[in-house]
């Protein structure tokens, strides 16, 4: 009897990924984006890679560390000391869309810099998930004493681009006040930095 094996191709291997909701792996899947236009793009290397930063990131958290000082932590790490950001001097590049571009340029767009700020996230044990938001991608941290809305990237304003941790912090005090209300009486963003003309 003889075997035979064949190498899935980029988009076979894409959707045996995300054939089911359960046990969905993101990061992986997203990595695997890049094999279309790069078949040499090695995904186990990228996980490899995160693995690597996540275990940095759990060196700096004790055991009891409460979630609102992991989210501190792990911006801190993500933004300024592995220095993340928006690629607000080439948005449109498609690389911007490739993890394994990303992680060695730290510049990407929203929804790139999202997955990967989730991995890092739930690796520390936070509970967090992307939300798709009217022209961006933004990231939730669900924590005791309410939700936090991250915006994972640039935000553009009437005055240019801005770099913005936060884009909005938002603490339902009731179920009833809806998302949409909560971040329009409360969006701000910390510490924004005008990194370029409107």
Same mark, same amino acid.
């Given at each position: 009897?003889?075997?035979?094996?064949?190498?899935?191709?980029?988009?076979?291997? !894409?959707?045996?990924?995300?054939?089911?909701?359960?046990?969905?792996?993101?990061?992986?899947?997203a990595?695997?984006?890049?094999?279309?236009?790069?078949?040499?793009?090695? #995904?186990?290397?990228?996980? $490899?890679?995160m693995?690597?930063?996540?275990?940095?990131?759990?060196?700096?958290?004790?055991? =009891?560390?409460?979630?609102?000082?992991?989210?501190?932590?792990?911006?801190?790490? *993500?933004?300024?000391?592995? $220095? !993340?950001? /928006?690629?607000?001097?080439?948005?449109? =590049?498609?690389?911007?869309?490739?993890?394994?571009?990303?992680?060695?340029?730290?510049?990407?767009?929203?929804?790139?810099?999202?997955?990967?700020?989730l991995?890092?996230?739930? /690796?520390? /044990?936070?509970?967090?998930?992307?939300?798709? *938001?009217?022209?961006? *991608?933004? #990231?939730?941290?669900?924590?005791?004493?309410?939700?936090?809305?991250?915006?994972? $990237?640039?935000?553009?304003?009437?005055?240019?681009?801005?770099?913005?941790?936060?884009?909005? %912090?938002?603490?339902?005090?009731?179920?009833?006040?809806?998302?949409?209300?909560?971040?329009?009486?409360?969006?701000r963003? %910390?510490?924004?930095?005008?990194? /370029?003309?409107?």
């Amino acid at each position: 009897m003889t075997l035979h094996f064949t190498v899935p191709t980029p988009l076979e291997y !894409f959707a045996a990924l995300v054939q089911s909701d359960e046990g969905f792996p993101l990061l992986e899947a997203a990595a695997s984006i890049a094999q279309d236009e790069y078949p040499g793009c090695d #995904v186990q290397q990228l996980l $490899g890679e995160m693995d690597h930063l996540l275990a940095r990131l759990q060196r700096r958290l004790g055991p =009891d560390t409460p979630a609102l000082e992991r989210l501190r932590v792990l911006n801190q790490f *993500f933004f300024a000391d592995l $220095g !993340f950001g /928006g690629n607000v001097n080439n948005y449109y =590049d498609p690389e911007n869309s490739y993890l394994h571009a990303v992680l060695h340029t730290r510049r990407g767009i929203p929804i790139s810099l999202g997955v990967l700020w989730l991995e890092l996230a739930q /690796g520390v /044990g936070l509970q967090v998930r992307g939300v798709a *938001f009217p022209g961006h *991608f933004m #990231v939730k941290a669900l924590l005791p004493g309410g939700q936090v809305l991250c915006l994972s $990237g640039v935000a553009r304003s009437r005055r240019g681009w801005m770099m913005c941790r936060w884009a909005c %912090t938002c603490r339902p005090r009731s179920p009833a006040r809806s998302l949409r209300a909560c971040c329009a009486t409360s969006r701000r963003c %910390t510490k924004p930095a005008r990194i /370029g003309p409107a």
